[in-house]
């Protein structure tokens, strides 16, 4: 072969798009190494929900000491923001900026919160490190965490919004759906980096050193954003308009779309069934188990590594044409045999088949979301496919946020009535409180598959057309 042949673009560019993941992602106007630059943001949100549910809710149950009703009301406290989701991606729609800038205003805004947020947070940490008996120094301590969660949770939810549709305004028509899946992709891989990384830094765990990674966090937030954003967004003469009650008459009509309303309730009874355990998952592991800080912080890594390897292979199942409402009852199945894993762990004593329920939970919530966004995608109502995904998002995080803080009000009871004997001495046990939410969510499980079932389409019904996985106003 020709020295010069095997050199040239033509040939480079097909070795690119053959193996290069998302190559095909890419257009003339928007090249490769500029969309590898703007998913940095998706990849520092992911990382920085590592560190939020994967580490620190941990830490503060076990190592720290602070009930866990309140590390699940910190944790669920950002998610007040989520019903505005769509309302935020409207607004941004119809920014009236004289700048030209319609996206960056948000996402900037949405950095500087999660940046301050985890600048904070340290100091609240080391407040509740100190003794108990300074009580002051201590809810102190808990009023800033609250505080800082709330701040990294609000910027999260409106960096993420106004960032995908950023990537929406700049990507091709056509090459939208493999623009999101990489953003969605991105997401996933920075929960898998992060949850490593804290693994590895926190292997000699010390309050000291957790503050120093939280710090570290912050300015790493801030400097993936700043490169992620540099002139993403081209200055428009025009300025957004907005209607003075647009956004109720277009809410109206979404409303008025069939079995909209069961579907916005199945989506947020999964969203709970997945979710309770959020808050507790860790910290059974290291007080029931006892895994350490490190190894605790890599189940984030081996859910989120479900939830892409579901990502994938439910392209897959499309592709073959298999209905969406089928392929979430399926995720919701799976999840039964995933939540048995991680209950049977505790009697068996077996760290190994807790982290397979972890993965096997991430993959089985992973097929129940993206049938779900994708069935979403397939409603009616084509011009109003951004306020759907938009409902679809505020559902699903504000009923994560309550789940989560149901589940850490929950396993306290509950644990604190197993101690006190009134369950009984056999149930008198760290795992009770724990097992209880576990439970809980495996009948949610069987109450999500009936609410599935009116919305299965028949085969005369079905479309069975592949369609690509993705969305450019897909939400978290």
């Given amino acids: 072969m020709n020295l010069n042949r095997l050199l040239s673009p033509a040939w480079a560019m097909r070795l690119t798009q053959k193996y290069v993941p998302f190559a095909d992602a890419a257009s003339a106007d928007l090249p490769l190494a500029r969309l590898f630059r ?27 000491g602070v009930p866990a009703w ?16 769509a309302l935020i991606g409207y607004r941004s729609d119809t920014h009236p900026s004289a700048l030209g800038l319609k996206r960056l205003p948000y996402m900037w805004i949405g950095t500087i919160l999660m940046f301050g947020g985890l600048a904070i947070m340290p100091f609240a940490l080391l407040l509740l490190s100190v003794d108990a008996t300074l009580w002051k120094e201590v809810w102190a301590g808990r009023i800033g965490a609250a505080l800082a969660f709330l701040l990294v949770g609000a910027g999260m939810q409106i960096s993420q919004t106004a960032g995908l549709a950023l990537a929406s305004d700049i990507a091709p028509e056509d090459k939208r759906p493999r623009v999101v899946a990489l953003l969605y ?59 003075a009650d647009g956004f109720s008459r277009s809410w109206k009509r979404l409303m008025a779309i069939p079995k909209i309303r069961r579907f916005l309730w ?6 709970v069934a997945f979710s309770m355990q959020d808050i507790v998952l860790e910290p059974f592991g290291g007080e029931v188990l006892g ?15 479900g939830a892409l390897l579901a990502f994938v292979l439910s392209a897959r199942f499309m592709k073959r044409g298999l209905d969406t409402i089928r392929m979430s009852a399926l995720g919701a199945l799976l999840g039964l045999p995933a939540f048995a894993c991680v209950i049977f762990s505790a009697p ?42 938009g409902a679809w998002g505020a559902v699903q ?15 306290d009871v509950v644990s604190s009535l197993a101690s006190s004997g009134w369950l009984g001495t056999a149930l008198n046990t760290p795992a009770t409180g724990y097992s209880f939410v576990f439970h809980l969510e495996i009948y949610l499980l069987f109450v999500v598959l009936i609410a599935l079932g009116p919305l299965v389409r028949r085969s005369g019904q079905q479309n069975h057309t592949p369609r690509p996985i993705g969305l450019a106003e897909m939400p978290s």
Avoid at 56 to 62: H, Q, S, T
Avoid at 291 to 305: E, I, K, P, W
Avoid at 356 to 380: K, Q, R, Y
Wanted: proline residues 3%.
């Fill in 266 to 271: 199945t989506v947020g009874l999964g969203t």
């Fill in 70 to 85: 309140w590390v699940a009301f910190s944790v669920a406290l950002p998610l007040v923001f989520a019903p505005l989701r």
């Fill in 348 to 389: 068996m004593e077996s760290p190994l088949l807790f982290q397979v329920g972890a993965a096997l939970i991430g993959f089985s919530g992973g097929l129940f979301s993206v049938g779900m966004l994708l069935t979403a995608m397939d409603l009616p109502e084509r011009e109003l496919t951004g306020l759907v995904l």
């Fill in 185 to 243: 992709s991105m997401l996933l891989v920075g929960m898998i980096l992060g949850s490593g990384l804290l693994g590895w830094v926190l292997t000699d765990f010390s309050p000291t050193r957790l503050v120093q990674v939280v710090q570290g966090a912050a300015v790493l937030v801030a400097v993936l954003n700043i490169i992620s954003l540099w002139k993403q967004e081209p200055r428009s003469a025009r300025r957004g308009a907005r209607e």
């Fill in 291 to 305: 895994m350490d800080v490190s190894l605790t912080s890599t189940l984030t890594a081996m859910s989120a590594g």
């Fill in 397 to 411: 995080a504000t009923a994560a946020g309550v789940s989560m803080a149901i589940g850490g009000v929950l396993r």
């Fill in 38 to 64: 703007l998913s940095l943001f998706q990849l520092s949100i992911g990382m920085t929900l590592a560190l939020l549910v994967g580490t620190l809710n941990r830490v503060m149950i076990v190592e720290l």
